[in-house]
């Protein structure tokens, strides 16, 4: 999303027309879900996606469409059995996208976008609220409300803000969820860690590294990590603040490193805390969380061994089978 709207503000400020596209209604089996965005440029090129495939390239067309007569609105591309050779898809089901035309001399909107890109560098909960009305955009926060001139007013957007993009035909209204506060502490620079920090970057999660090795610190080993926090592990309540919306990936050098991060994690309100490691390690440990005052309510927190069962041996495989695992508990708890 943060190149998306990059890309807008870029093409709006070098002179080109753009057309944001996002689907606002999905049903059935469809390539992607409500939320999906991607933007249109003169020249039909693309940024982002709608899902690929038919459904795209009919996106694309009906964007261009859009450009030459400057009419925003939306339009359903049905998928179901009965109608399918509209767009030549063998999946049932149907999406509805809204195409929102913005001019060269928007400055507003593009300073928006501008917005919404710098936002994925902090940690903060945002969204885009979009009147199906007449187009208008507007950035919310819970701590600033509305950014600009908006149709609805900001109770009723704030109702919309959740962790799932929302329609609303009442408010004829369309609410997406931009970025999160959430943040992933992944513990341990090593030979896992540098597969799976770049995999969980690319799939939006907000990492911050936490090492007590300099050479396993180096930047150049986790590129677009948020953070990185070199400092004993003994000191890790000292040097982050932990919420109920974050991540604790737990994969130190050894045994030590592990109990003492679990051992302070447990105290924490974390929404997940993983770990890697044997079995036969999960019960030593377990035993020295219990001696350390750790309830067995807390210690039923830890997932372990971390990542799905998929047949992982080597670090890039194991680093798929965790990313894999937390796509899974950020699905479920959104």
């Not at 919404?116 to 969204?127: F, G, I, P, Q, V």
């Not at 926060?141 to 962790?163: K, M, N």
Request: with cysteine; proline share 5%.
């Amino acid at each position: 999303m943060k190149q998306l709207f990059l890309s807008m503000y870029n093409a709006l400020m070098s002179g080109q027309d753009t057309v944001f596209c996002s689907i606002i209604k999905s049903y059935g089996s469809t390539p992607r879900g409500i939320g999906a965005a991607m933007a249109v440029f003169p020249d039909g090129s693309i940024s982002g996606t709608v899902g690929g495939g038919p459904i795209e390239y009919q996106s694309i067309l009906h964007a261009l469409d859009v450009l030459k007569t400057h009419q925003s609105g939306a339009k359903d591309f049905i998928l179901t059995p009965n109608q399918i050779a509209d767009i030549g898809m063998i999946c049932g089901g149907n999406s509805t996208v809204y195409f929102r035309y913005v001019p060269t001399g928007d400055t507003t909107t593009a300073e928006l976008f501008k917005k919404n890109a710098e936002l994925y560098d902090t940690r903060s909960n945002a969204w885009l609220a979009i009147s199906l009305s007449d187009g208008a955009m507007s950035l919310y926060t819970h701590e600033y409300g509305l950014s600009s001139a908006f149709p609805l007013p900001v109770d009723t957007v704030a109702a919309l803000a959740g962790t799932r993009p929302v329609m609303s035909n009442e408010a004829a209204c369309y609410v997406l969820p931009l970025t999160r506060s959430d943040t992933l502490y992944l513990f341990g620079g090593g030979h896992v860690s540098q597969e799976l920090a770049p995999v969980l970057v690319h799939l939006g999660f907000s990492v911050v590294l936490y090492e007590d090795r300099v050479q396993f610190s180096d930047p150049a080993l986790f590129p677009g990590v948020k953070d990185i926090i070199t400092a004993p592990y003994t000191e890790m309540l000292s040097r982050i603040k932990v919420t109920p919306e974050d991540y604790i990936v737990i994969m130190t050098r050894g045994h030590q490193g592990d109990y003492e991060l679990l051992e302070q994690a447990l105290r924490t309100p974390a929404g997940y805390v993983g770990v890697i490691g044997s079995r036969s390690k999960i019960v030593a440990t377990n035993k020295r969380l219990r001696e350390a005052g750790i309830s067995d309510e807390d210690i039923a927190r830890i997932h372990t061994p971390i990542g799905l069962p998929i047949g992982a041996e080597t670090p890039a495989e194991i680093a798929i089978s965790i990313a894999a695992e937390l796509i899974a508990h950020r699905a479920k708890h959104k």
